[in-house]
């Protein structure tokens, strides 16, 4: 079956710190896969997306992700949080079909 | 560019009152998706539809129903409302084989 694991439901990093949020996926087939992030009250906003090729990809705001088939996994990264960055994030999978799966969502704290 | 549309943004309704949720996109994508949204649950599936005239169900399709009515219009029917339907609700388009979702800002919707 087709899931999506953050293990993580809040993170708070310093501003200036870096930040990894983390999942893990399972699906059947090769995936497509995803960050989203949603702001207080607002809809959710693509941060970067992967379909094949390069491993690592970069999206907007200065986040990366890494895809590692042999850890199931595709981890956020930004090697310098702002204040603006505190949101929910959320991580999904999908494929060639039309059905996508989403985590449940890792918020994001970023102290001054 | 208006993107997807979702109306009405808050609703309060009674238990047992019914109401629809309306969504248009104007980007010309096939698949439309609804979704809703609940604290800790992350993003669920309700219905989705991979092109016109065509509907399928998601992970909670129980208690709504949906229309299909061109391709730019999907409507989400809760035709008696229970208050285990508050919830947020999202509508969502994407062009088949590409993949990524383009949100609605969201409709908040209490039942009580």
């Known amino acids: 079956a087709q899931s999506v694991t953050q293990p993580d439901i809040h993170i708070t990093v310093s501003e200036g710190a870096s930040l990894e949020l983390r999942c893990n996926y399972s699906?059947?087939?090769?995936?497509?896969l995803f960050w989203y992030v949603q702001s207080p009250g607002q809809g959710l906003q693509l941060l970067l997306k992967y379909f094949s090729g390069d491993t690592l990809v970069q999206g907007i705001k200065g986040f990366e992700a890494e895809f590692k088939r042999s850890q199931s996994s595709f981890n956020l990264r930004k090697p310098s949080v702002h204040w603006s960055d505190a949101a929910e994030y959320f991580c999904?999978?999908?494929?060639?079909?039309?059905?996508?799966?989403f985590g449940t969502g890792t918020s994001l704290t970023v102290i001054p | 560019n208006a993107g997807v549309t979702q109306t009405p943004k808050f609703q309060v309704l009674k238990t047992g009152q019914s109401m629809t949720l309306q969504c248009a996109q104007d980007?010309?994508?096939?698949?439309m998706y609804w979704y809703r949204q609940d604290p800790g649950m992350g993003l669920r599936l309700i219905y989705y539809?991979?092109?016109?005239?065509?509907?399928d169900k998601g992970e909670v399709p129980n208690g709504y129903n949906v229309s299909r009515l061109n391709k730019r219009e999907f409507s989400l029917r809760l035709e008696s409302a229970a208050p285990s339907q508050t919830s947020v609700y999202f509508c969502a388009s994407a062009h088949t084989g590409a993949n990524v979702l383009t949100f609605g800002a969201g409709s908040r919707l209490t039942v009580l």
């Open positions: 699906y059947g087939a090769t995936p497509y």
């Open positions: 980007m010309n994508h096939n698949s």
């Open positions: 539809s991979a092109s016109e005239g065509t509907t």
């Open positions: 999904a999978v999908g494929g060639t079909g039309n059905q996508f799966y």
